[in-house]
């Protein structure tokens, strides 16, 4: 009998076998031997194959709420529902700190302003009537006691759609998220969890917000490097807050110029200038001939810590993961045609 524990003969066997279970020993010896490197081999492969797996099953797990979003005049337009009777859909905006609803749809809804609050904008400072509302998104709840009632006349001007509402860092203060402008979905992950972020290069958010480091480059050939506003709240590309007033430089700056008026979250008309930049660096990409508009008016209430915003029409060129919760922006440039982005940019007035 063999001693199945050992691999050696047991007592009793004859020489001859003795002899021959040398010769078995040593061929023996030999295969182990490339069994072990094979081995080795199929175990790496098995382990790759277990990371892989693994890795599924913690996207599956880790994934908070899937959302799905629709595009309409560079805006993405998120499907909500307020205090569990009231649906309408509202912008996801970057930029923005608190829910803002529209003050008809927020009545409607019986939401009550109970005061107001002193809200930056980035026309300076203003008091807006505040309340207290309930939304959920999809599987997430959020509710607010200090929600901005305001006019989002202009917003659903500029959309193309009705739009009821604005909510940015509530959707993603707390969790990482990934917005994928192919599949029109954002994915909210569980705090702490990093989504793959293979091909994307890494971006450090500056100063506890939404801000980054960027350059734009002149046609005059200067350029201007600083901090900007990740804003998909605005659907236009790269607004530069003040720069100078003089037309003749900034025409130097952007060639042609229009002048034209916009009126941002609380309500204030604000003249800018708006031609061609030559090109914009964000990390390691350079985007070319760059929409740009130039504002006129200094902040009455806010200091310029920063030098201007970018927006829809450069941010629809990403796929984008955003973890605020430890200030890291992440940017791969996404399969998106030009001609996709300008038929998505079709309705943005």
């Known amino acids: 009998m063999k001693n199945i524990q050992s691999g050696f ?3 009793g066997w004859p020489l001859a076998a003795t002899h021959d279970w040398h010769v078995f020993s040593a061929n023996k010896l030999s295969l182990l031997r490339r069994m072990k490197t094979m081995n080795k081999k199929i175990a790496g492969a098995f382990i790759v194959c277990l990371f892989a797996m693994q890795a599924c099953q913690e996207k599956k797990s880790d994934i908070v ?10 805006f993405i337009i998120l ?3 307020c205090n569990g009777t009231l ?20 009545s ?36 607010s006691d200090t929600s901005l009632l305001i006019s989002t006349k202009r917003f659903t001007e500029k959309a193309g759609c009705k739009v009821d509402g604005l909510i940015g860092l509530d959707l993603f203060g707390e969790n990482p998220i990934r917005i994928d402008f192919q599949k029109r979905l954002i994915e909210v992950f569980q ?12 971006i450090q958010l500056l100063d506890g917000w ?39 430089l900034i025409e130097s700056m952007l060639g042609k110029l229009d002048t034209i008026t916009v009126r941002g979250l609380c309500g204030v008309d604000e003249l800018r200038y708006k031609g061609i930049a030559k090109a914009l660096t964000i990390g390691n990409d350079t985007l070319m001939d760059i929409p740009t508009m130039i504002s006129l008016k200094e902040s ?41 982005i300008s038929n998505i940019s079709l309705n943005a007035n």
């Not at 912008?91 to 609803?101: C, E, V």
């Not at 600083?226 to 720069?243: E, M, Q, R, W």
């Not at 920063?306 to 796929?319: A, N, P, T, V």
């Open 79 to 81: 499907q909500v529902e």
């Open 9 to 11: 003969p047991a007592e």
């Open 87 to 106: 649906k309408g859909q509202f912008i996801f905006d970057t930029g923005l700190g608190r829910i803002s609803l529209d003050s008809t749809f927020a």
């Open 210 to 248: 939404m801000l980054f480091t960027a350059e734009i480059f002149f046609q005059n050939k200067t350029s201007r490097r600083g901090s900007f506003i990740f804003d998909t709240g605005a659907n236009k590309s790269v607004t530069l807050f003040p720069i100078t007033d003089d037309p003749i």
């Open 65 to 74: 709420a899937s959302i799905p979003f629709e595009l309409s005049g560079n």
């Open 191 to 202: 705090p702490g969890f990093l989504p793959d972020t293979s091909g994307f290069q890494k």
């Open 300 to 340: 009455d209430g806010v200091p310029r810590r920063f030098s201007g915003l970018i927006g829809m029409e450069i941010l629809l060129k990403f796929d984008i993961i955003i973890d605020f919760p430890i200030s890291k922006l992440y940017l791969k440039r996404n399969g998106l045609t030009q001609t996709e």
């Open 108 to 143: 409607k809804a019986g939401i009550i302003p109970w005061g107001d609050i002193e809200t930056s904008c980035v026309n300076g400072n203003r008091d807006l009537p505040v309340g207290k509302c309930n939304i959920q998104i999809g599987e997430q709840n959020f509710i």
